[in-house]
């Protein structure tokens, strides 16, 4: 069966972005032939441009065209106070609530020895020796609420100690907006754990 | 709450997408940030190439880097039969059952009063030209099995039956591997209709 090459080309390279399978890549490829050219230009040029501008912090290793990043050349932010989280996108999610006003580390992933990752492939070493400088009294562990986010943790936690710093984890419990009745068990059993008292 | 431009631009670009909504396009641009430069790279060509090199043939309105298309200038392809399509998708569909020898006719979409699409919008004009140079002696109407897919197979039947070319519509009965339970009314009523003697 005969197709452009340039159409098989472009359904090969969509199928390796996360969640496309051959079906959603045909489907893009067929919508990117038909938008006016200026439209998919604008597309291709977006990917080549942050690949050309965008990087990571060397302090904190989130996403920045500038280096060190907005946020850790933003004197106003609590130098004491240090958010560590798995991803990039969790620095845009936290930041998105407006409520936190410290600093960040970005540990890029968490440990998974299912998939070989161990805390050598983490920004760990690059956390413990800002800690040592001496200026944070309290560093939140924001890794995510599953296995590898509460090992990882546990982890970081052990590591903290021992430098006379507080670590706190999120609190855990219902979500906001949620039903009690369609709570599982775990996140029940975590929220009355950590019931607070009213008033 | 600030983002680097790039990011937000290229967010903004994947949004365009069918079927991709704010939270998928933000989880391709951090895919694209993380993956190799090489790799990201390939997909902005691959894009740039596509919009460069394909294009609609003229005969059939298929998607093709050469015009006349592979199929139109292949000599030993049935002159005598066409097979009327919607999308240039569909034609890729039909050419991977390897079962269809004719030509193709695509539509470029299929008459929707409700998007405003009418027969001046739609390779109607082309198909009936192509009809009139007295080669063809069947078309096949291979329009969706929806309602504006027999919409359009309905018209364009009122068109070409003056031209005294027989019409044909695609069989419409259980899926192969479907299960006579699941399937709907309609599709049961169509097979029932269209049941062939056996042996």
Do not use: W
């Not at 805390?119 to 800690?131: G, I, N, T």
């Not at 943790?153 to 906001?176: C, W």
Request: neutral net charge; contains cysteine; proline residues 6%.
């Amino acid at each position: 069966m005969y197709r452009p090459p340039s159409l098989v080309h472009l359904i090969e390279a969509l199928t390796r972005l996360p969640g496309v399978g051959p079906k959603t890549a045909q489907r893009l490829a067929f919508h990117l032939l038909k938008v006016p050219k200026r439209e998919a230009e604008d597309l291709a040029h977006a990917i080549l441009v942050l690949k050309e501008k965008a990087g990571y912090c060397s302090i904190c290793s989130s996403i920045t065209e500038t280096d060190p990043c907005f946020i850790c050349s933003d004197s106003s932010r609590d130098r004491e106070l240090i958010c560590v989280v798995e991803e990039p996108s969790d620095v845009l999610a936290i930041e998105k609530t407006g409520g936190f006003k410290g600093r960040y580390h970005v540990l890029r992933g968490c440990l998974s020895p299912l998939e070989g990752v161990g805390p050598e492939d983490l920004r760990v070493k690059e956390l413990l020796s800002r800690l040592r400088e001496g200026e944070v009294k309290e560093v939140i562990l924001a890794t995510n609420p599953n296995l590898e986010g509460e090992a990882t943790a546990m982890y970081l936690l052990k590591l903290i100690r021992p430098l006379g710093i507080k670590v706190t984890r999120l609190a855990r419990g219902l979500p906001v907006g949620g039903d009690l009745e369609f709570a599982d068990e775990m996140t029940l059993t975590k929220s009355l754990e950590g019931r607070r008292e009213m008033g």
